[in-house]
């Protein structure tokens, strides 16, 4: 039972069925087997150069491509016109939505569980 909790992201007190308990490494492994999938879809302005996603930043007037990028082999990305930046998909969506990296890992289950 230890084992799956632990696998399962389960805090400490919590039962192994509550819907915010995140197993961050997994869910990181699992939206960046799906990056490029998910770049299309969260930044739909953009386009892949290389190994990259270059987009316009929707949190700000970004007139063109360019600034904003997602390394879509290691997941990271930023913003190089304001210094924004994450290491994963997860702080991706996080800033995106500007919501917390928990809520964004939830929201990310939600939309990798619809698509499997």
């Given at each position: 039972?230890?084992?799956?909790?632990s696998?399962l992201?389960t805090?400490?007190?919590?039962?192994?069925?509550?819907?915010?308990?995140?197993?961050?490494?997994?869910m990181?492994a699992?939206?960046?087997a799906e990056?490029?999938?998910?770049c299309?879809?969260?930044?739909?302005?953009?386009r892949?150069?290389?190994?990259?996603w270059?987009?316009?930043?929707?949190?700000?007037?970004?007139e063109?491509?360019?600034s904003?990028?997602?390394n879509?082999?290691?997941?990271r990305?930023a913003d190089?016109?304001?210094?924004?930046?994450g290491?994963d998909?997860?702080?991706?969506?996080?800033?995106?939505?500007c919501?917390?990296?928990?809520e964004?890992?939830?929201?990310?289950r939600?939309e990798?569980?619809?698509?499997?």
């Open positions: 039972m230890a084992d799956d909790r696998r992201g805090a400490k007190g919590r039962s192994s069925t509550a819907p915010y308990d995140v197993d961050f490494p997994s990181r699992l939206a960046l990056i490029s999938d998910l299309w879809r969260w930044l739909p302005s953009g892949r150069v290389g190994s990259e270059v987009a316009r930043n929707p949190r700000r007037s970004d063109r491509l360019g904003f990028k997602v879509l082999v290691t997941g990305w190089f016109a304001t210094g924004d930046k290491g998909p997860i702080s991706l969506l996080a800033y995106l939505r919501v917390s990296q928990s964004a890992a939830r929201l990310l939600r990798l569980g619809e698509r499997r």
